[in-house]
Every structure is written in C-alpha cells, then in structure tokens.
C-alpha cells in the first residue's frame, strides 16, 4: 500500500486555561522567593538548623519544579495522542477502518503529478452495490451491511499491497491500480465477482455489483474532477472489457 498522505501537523500542545497556567507560576515564584530568603538566611547565620531548612526547602523546590515539568510532558503527550486520532479520522473510514474518501483525493493529488511526469497512468476502480437502498427496504438494514461488509472483505482479498483500497461511502468502494492502463485494469476486474453471495438466514442471495472505471489522462489537474469523472462514469456490463469511453474527457 502507498503511504499515507500528509497530514497537517498537529498542534505542539494542549490550550491550556491562562488562570492555571498564572497559578502554577505564581506557585513557583512564590517558592523560589522563600528558598531565596532562606538562603540568605543561612549566609548571614550558617547554624546547623539553617542549613538543614535550607536543604528541606531546596529539596521541595525541586520536586515541585520536577512534578510541574512531569505533568507538562504528560500532558502533551496525551494531547499529541488526541491530535493523531483526530487527523487519522480524517482518513479514515469508520467501516473496518479503510481510508476514506478525503485519503482518495489526498492520494490522487500526490499520484498525479507523479503519473505525469513518468507519463505512466494509473485507473481507478470504483465498485457498488448500487441498489443498496433498494435492498435496505425490502430486505432489511442487518442484510443491506452483510452485503457491504462481503463486498468490502472480497475487495481486501483482491488489491494488492502495491494498490489501495478505499471506502467511498454508503455501499461504494475505490481501488487505485497504480502504474496501470485501461486494459491492464480488466485483469483486476475478471477477478471481482458480478455478485456478493449474502445470506438472509434462510435462503443465500446473490448482490450485483457495479463496476465504473477511469484512466487517468495525464491532463487533469484537479483530484476533485477525477474522482467526479470516476462516479459519472457509466457503469461497465459484467464481464467486458472496459470501453474506450471510460478514459478521462
């Protein structure tokens, strides 16, 4: 699989309320201001009872300071934590956790300037269940996921790790072939089903399967218009090759 796209950098830490903050360093000052007049202290009357109220007094500075650093650490690494499963959202679907739609657009805007520049194409995928609405109502939400769910386990099998797949959405699916012509791309197809077998409890049904796809036409500048040129497309009749037609206008 590609790596990752980009993500924007998360923050360095935690807003935290301005009156703690004010409080935690009040704390501070006020304990160097008592170690400070308790070593003067000690200089001007070096006795054994000044020294070791010197000593006890440094010795609570520096756990204060140490604590007051601990927690800071803590604290932004709990919030570096946050910020990444936030930004991995972003990509990620929350159907068995594939990128999403926003990965597809990232990926396409670092693969097209690539493809271009070695002027070798790569052809998106998309596979459906088209009538999953359909099959909602007449069949039932728990049977409309099973089918989402054998579709998106048959399409894991399927792509290779050099490729990705992706959750578009409700009942649709994208895989990039990269480094991939329109030809090469029914080599991918003839091995993904026409129809998901899919049980209701009783009877075992089969789910047809819409396939749309798109080569990449080195010209296109803007991911957005390919992945929109990729849903528009017409879907393919099982079993034929692409058409000509399906190439990017």
């Known amino acids: ?9 998360s923050p360095e830490q935690e807003p935290e309320a301005p009156q703690r903050h004010l409080l935690r360093m009040a704390a501070l000052a006020g304990w160097g201001v008592v170690l400070a007049v308790q070593a003067v202290q000690y200089i001007r009357q070096p006795t ?3 020294f070791i109220v010197t000593v006890g007094l440094a010795a609570l500075f520096l756990l204060f300071l140490a604590h007051a650093v601990f927690m800071q650490v ?7 934590r946050v910020a990444a499963r936030l930004q991995g959202a972003a990509y990620l679907s929350e159907f068995h956790n594939l ?3 926003n990965y597809v657009l990232a990926e396409l805007r670092r693969e097209m300037p690539r493809a271009r520049a070695l002027q070798s194409p790569f052809v998106l995928v998309q596979l459906s269940i088209e009538n999953i609405n359909d099959i909602r109502e007449r069949r039932g939400d728990d049977f409309a996921n099973r089918a989402v769910n054998a579709l998106a386990e048959v399409l894991k099998r399927l792509t290779r790790s050099s490729d990705f797949l992706a959750h578009l959405g409700g009942a649709k699916f994208c895989v990039m072939l990269v480094e991939c ?3 090469q791309s029914f080599i991918y197809l003839k091995r993904v089903p026409g129809t998901i077998a899919v049980s209701d409890g009783h009877n075992v049904l ?3 399967v819409t396939a749309r796809v798109l080569q990449y036409d080195l010209e296109a500048l803007y991911a957005t218009d390919v992945l929109r040129d990729l849903e528009e497309t017409l879907p393919l009749r099982r079993r ?4 000509p037609d399906s190439l990017a206008a």
């Open 74 to 80: 803590v604290r932004k690494r709990h919030w570096h």
């Open 206 to 208: 089969d789910v047809p």
């Open 1 to 9: 699989m590609n790596p990752a796209p980009s993500v924007p950098a």
């Open 99 to 101: 990128p999403n739609r």
């Open 181 to 183: 012509t329109l030809e």
């Open 48 to 50: 054994t009872a000044n």
């Open 240 to 243: 034929e090759p692409p058409r």
